[in-house]
């Protein structure tokens, strides 16, 4: 099994309040947001990374979902507090689809509509 991999840009700044009066950034909000609700979910987890810049600065937050051989779904604008939900479903749904590929119409609304770009699986290596 492959290991899928949230990406959260923890430098991101939007022009949310709550992080600001934590004393954090909006994409740090958003990952300690993200990291609490998969410490107390049952199901199979994935992998949460930190990053230091995704370079979609102007789109804060922005999180990318990638494993090998799967899509690349990369998500921005996202709200640090509203969206952790959505994109907590969304892991669920990613790590199940085979090739990452969750249908649409089943996609949290988040999802639907912050979706950035939509990569394709990298070539495997000889």
Do not use: W
């Not at 979609?56 to 999180?63: E, G, K, Q």
């Not at 998500?75 to 790590?95: A, C, G, K, M, T």
């Not at 939509?118 to 000889?126: E, G, K, R, S």
């Amino acid at each position: 099994m492959s290991q899928e991999t949230l990406l959260v840009c923890i430098l991101c700044r939007s022009s949310q309040t709550e992080a600001r009066q934590a004393g954090l950034s909006e994409g740090q909000f958003l990952f300690n947001q993200l990291q609490d609700g998969l410490e107390t979910s049952s199901e199979a987890c994935i992998r949460l990374q930190p990053v230091r810049c995704m370079g979609a600065c102007d789109r804060a937050c922005v999180v990318a979902f990638t494993a090998p051989n799967k899509l690349t779904f990369i998500l921005s604008q996202l709200s640090p507090s509203n969206s952790v939900s959505d994109l907590l479903e969304f892991s669920r749904q990613y790590i199940t689809a085979s090739d990452g590929k969750a249908p649409y119409k089943d996609r949290p609304a988040t999802v639907k509509q912050n979706i950035h770009a939509v990569l394709p699986p990298l070539p495997n290596q000889p």
